[in-house]
């Protein structure tokens, strides 16, 4: 568990990668095998069958196959799934000598994550014949060589491998030498040539053969050279080195030039016999990386080494003296590795992007390697420690790259991973690959709201599809899911007709009117809007939204009293003894406005008498200026003017007229006029009597003549104008308690009627107090139907 642990907060992962040995110690791995030079799409192998997978599953599941350093000899038939040949394939290119050539795979799965091995072993075929170094070889033997002697010759090359490879040599018939097949230490064959029977040189000074290299194909295929053998004249000893074999050891990274070992050869000969010569047996050999100095027998590197290419060389050196002698010894150089290649890592599978909100998803798979060998082979991979992601080794050197938990796009849409892969050689090298890891959206996140709530502001009278505002709402989605689409709720009133009051856009959540809206009819409404994204499954949020409507001066003040209705005029009655401020009237007027535009005031445009009567600016009321006196005329007419508050101003006007009296005894005196009509009527009564009395001679026709005539003067006097005081109060919507222009409750006012005109007016009487509730007023009112119908409205 603490390990565990320790893994987790690390990040790092060390596996040590020997190659082949974790191979081996590995599941078993499957193996096919294939002919160099086939055709590319040949048939290697039924997949499906060979891994126990049922039909389609390795579709189902994204196989792939994978080579070591990303090479792709194999490929995966589309429709079938069969193993394919993807190239052609040279043996001795992919393996040189190495035999067998096998090329280590894995099939890799996918969806779920699953590893198989595989080996590919590339088999050969004889498409190469034996190859001499040269053309033609000097030999130089003494005539006094014994029969049995030696002479190790130039060996030719084979590139084939197996039973193709190089298997025999052989000479054309002679009667002095026979050739002998000899393996050297690292498995390669080289002739001998074998001395039958005595040279003369007197006889025969020299001899041309042919050699000729076998493989073992079929048919086989063949090399030759021609061996030319000069006959020396007599040279008693043979130059012999001091050791038949030399080893060493040298690491791969000696510098050009550099010395590998001297070897040494001695002549027992005097003079020129005596003297010694060097050379490389096989100096055509394209591999061979060292020379040789002819005279000190010192072996220099001329070629840079690579123990990755070769790990040891086998060298034959001859040493020739000045009779033409020669002695050979062979040379084994071991190249030491050291850490010179850094590790490499081959991504197999990345998967970007990869979605949101789900945990342990793989994202990579990739395998590292390390040319070198031993300590120098072995690797540690590791990533950043701030980053929500693991390194789980897989089989051999195979590595998965998958989230440590669940990832949120909208705290972080990208990663950036730098995976090191370090060896732990001397110097240790290190090869860093970065990959770019997206995070898919998913629709997790519901659009919000800027605000929880919106007011607006619409000033009354508006023109319709009049933007009045928008509402806005983000989504920390992305793509689709963060495109928000707006729509309104229904209302909570059910009685508010929202659907001919606003819309809305609903690509940008724009707020119209959709008709011209009245503050006297509506004032404020609430409704509430919508955000829903286009993701599946879609996620919404609602705001509310409140509409002020704002108050334009749109009405005019309407006054109340007195009636302004086409009809006579109520006359003011104020007596010619009231002092300065009595109480005339007062003029009532309402606006249907509010604030401002219905603050009223009051103001006297035209007078009879200037300078007699005032108007009060805030309540209306008409009182006089100064006592009236005797010179002042008995009626007046005051025009007064309500104007309102708003911008621009509204106004009306109202006339009152005024009667000077010189008493109140009765309570209504009759107008100049009415006197003279009763004047007119007076003779005529009395003209009616006298007829009626002449008619009658009975003292009852008389009587009654008398009592028709008196109950006929008290109806024309009933005919004449008269105010009467009707008892109660107005209704209260008529109240003003501010003091604004709307009838007050401390004011009682009387009906002023007038004989045969059917109208009406109010008259002012005189402040009191109210006596009874405001019910009881209406009570009145419904039963005193004179009184109702004495208001008219228009």
């Not at 796009?409 to 730098?418: D, V």
């Not at 009133?493 to 609903?506: C, F, G, K, Q, Y």
């Not at 003011?572 to 009223?600: F, H, I, M, T």
């Not at 103001?603 to 006592?627: M, Y």
Request: proline share 6%; charged share 20%; net charge negative.
């Amino acid at each position: 568990m603490a390990q565990t642990k320790v893994h987790r907060k690390k990040r790092q992962v060390a596996i040590f990668i020997i190659l082949m040995l974790l191979w081996e110690a590995g599941s078993e791995s499957i193996h096919y095998s294939v002919l160099e030079e086939s055709e590319s799409g040949t048939f290697v192998a039924n997949l499906t069958k060979d891994l126990g997978l049922r039909m389609g599953e390795l579709a189902a599941r994204g196989a792939r196959v994978v080579f070591k350093g990303n090479k792709q000899y194999l490929q995966l038939d589309p429709q079938t799934y069969d193993l394919l040949l993807n190239e052609k394939l040279d043996r001795e290119e992919l393996c040189g000598s190495t035999e067998p050539c096998a090329l280590p795979f894995q099939v890799l799965l996918e969806n779920p994550l699953q590893f198989f091995q595989a080996v590919l072993r590339v088999r050969d075929i004889n498409d190469h014949a034996p190859e001499f170094p040269a053309r033609e070889m000097l030999l130089k033997i003494s005539e006094i060589t014994t029969p049995g002697k030696i002479f190790p010759l130039k060996m030719a090359q084979d590139l084939d491998a197996g039973s193709n490879s190089l298997q025999s040599y052989m000479i054309s018939s002679n009667p002095h030498f026979h050739v002998l097949t000899s393996n050297r230490s690292d498995g390669r064959r080289f002739p001998e040539l074998v001395l039958d029977k005595a040279l003369d040189r007197e006889e025969q000074p020299e001899l041309r053969l042919t050699l000729t290299a076998l493989d073992g194909g079929s048919p086989p295929r063949s090399g030759t050279t021609e061996i030319q053998i000069l006959v020396l004249d007599i040279n008693d000893n043979a130059p012999e080195f001091a050791q038949e074999l030399y080893e060493v050891q040298i690491p791969e990274n000696n510098s050009l030039g550099s010395l590998v070992i001297t070897v040494s050869a001695r002549d027992l000969d005097a003079g020129s016999f005596g003297e010694v010569s060097y050379a490389l047996f096989q100096v055509d050999d394209v591999n061979q990386p060292f020379e040789i100095n002819a005279v000190t027998g010192e072996i220099r590197l001329r070629k840079t080494l690579d123990f990755e290419e070769f790990q040891s060389y086998h060298v034959d050196i001859e040493a020739t003296d000045g009779g033409g002698l020669s002695g050979k010894c062979s040379l084994v150089i071991k190249v030491l590795d050291v850490n010179d290649n850094a590790p490499e890592l081959t991504v197999s599978s990345l998967i970007s992007p990869i979605p949101e909100n789900l945990p342990q998803i793989t994202v990579a798979v990739f395998s590292v390697s390390d040319a070198d060998s031993g300590r120098n082979q072995q690797v540690i991979c590791s990533i950043d420690d701030n980053l929500p992601f693991l390194l789980r080794p897989s089989v051999e050197n195979f590595y998965t790259l998958v989230t440590e938990g669940a990832l949120d796009r909208e705290s972080r849409a990208e990663y950036n991973i730098t995976i090191t892969v370090t060896d732990m050689g001397s110097p240790r090298l290190k090869t860093q690959h970065s990959i770019t890891v997206l995070v898919s959206d998913v629709n997790d996140n519901a659009p919000a709201f800027t605000q929880t709530s919106y007011t607006l502001r619409v000033r009354e009278n508006n023109s319709p599809a009049l933007h009045i505002g928008s509402v806005s709402a983000t989504d920390a989605d992305a793509g689709a899911n963060a495109q928000v689409t707006y729509s309104l709720l229904p209302p909570h009133d059910p009685h508010l007709p929202l659907a001919s009051l606003v819309s809305i856009n609903a690509d940008n959540g724009h707020l119209f009117a959709l008709r011209s809206l009245d503050y006297e009819a509506l004032q404020a409404f609430e409704f509430g809007v919508g955000a829903t994204d286009r993701g599946s499954p879609a996620l919404s949020s609602q705001a509310l939204v409140r509409v002020l409507v704002l108050d334009d001066n749109d009405n005019s003040p309407f006054v109340l009293y007195p009636l302004q209705n086409g009809s006579a005029p109520c006359t003011e009655l104020v007596p010619r003894a009231a002092e300065a401020g009595y109480l005339v009237s007062k003029v009532v007027a309402v606006d249907g406005d509010s604030g401002q535009n219905a603050w009223l005031s009051y103001q006297l445009l035209k007078a009879t008498e200037p300078g007699l009567f005032g108007v009060w600016a805030h309540n209306g009321e008409v009182r006089t200026a100064r006592p009236p006196s005797e010179r002042d005329a008995p009626k007046h007419r005051l025009l007064v003017l309500v104007k309102d508050n708003g911008e621009p101003p509204r106004s009306a006007s109202v006339t009152l007229h005024v009667l000077l009296v010189d008493g109140f005894s009765q309570p209504y005196l009759p107008l100049p006029e009415a006197a003279a009509e009763q004047a007119q009527a007076d003779p005529l009564t009395v003209y009616l009597v006298i007829a009626l009395a002449a008619v009658s001679s009975l003292f009852l026709f008389s009587v009654l003549a008398f009592i028709a005539v008196r109950l006929c003067g008290r109806s024309r006097a009933a005919s004449l104008g008269r105010c009467s005081v009707p008892e109660g109060h107005f209704p209260g919507h008529l109240v003003d308690v501010g003091g604004t222009g709307t009838v007050s409750q401390s004011y009682q006012y009387e009906v002023c009627l007038r004989g045969g005109s059917g109208t009406s007016e109010f008259k002012f009487l005189r402040p009191i107090l109210p006596n009874f509730p405001p019910q009881d007023s209406g009570r009145e009112m419904e039963e005193n139907p004179t009184f109702r119908n004495s208001f008219q409205f228009s």
